[in-house]
């Protein structure tokens, strides 16, 4: 029997609207999609860029009223800055987002999605 081996993964965000959360992946950040479950009103989707893949599930909106938390993905990057002056003429960043160095040795750059789950973008030093 063969080692078990860990490749990859693929998070799932909880989004209000399908449909809404693959345009402003696909028109904002410069994802693909690589698939839905209905072509015209999904409830799950996937969608890529490079070498990661992250799903998108509807979650009913009773569950938003009760202020569920809402994931933070942390995405390892090369050319940090070349994606932060990508994204920034796409109207994604809050006002005070920027490429910072932190103490734990990272480039990094950090905002929420329409869904308020959390993106940082990210390379060691």
């Given amino acids: 029997m063969s080692k078990p081996y860990l490749y990859q993964i693929h998070p799932v965000l909880p989004v209000q609207n399908v449909l809404a959360a693959l345009f402003y992946y696909t028109q904002r950040l410069g994802f693909t999609i690589a698939f839905a479950d209905d072509p015209k009103n999904p409830t799950y989707a996937g969608i890529k860029r490079d070498h990661i893949e992250i799903h998108l599930q509807w979650h009913d909106a009773k569950e938003w009223e009760s202020g569920f938390n809402t994931p933070m993905l942390r995405i390892v990057t090369q050319n940090v800055e070349a994606l932060f002056e990508e994204f920034k ?31 940082t973008f990210y390379s060691d030093l």
């Fill in 89 to 119: 003429t796409k109207d994604v960043f809050h006002e005070s987002t920027k490429v910072r160095e932190t103490a734990w040795n990272t480039k990094e750059f950090a905002f929420y999605d329409l869904n308020k789950n959390g993106l």
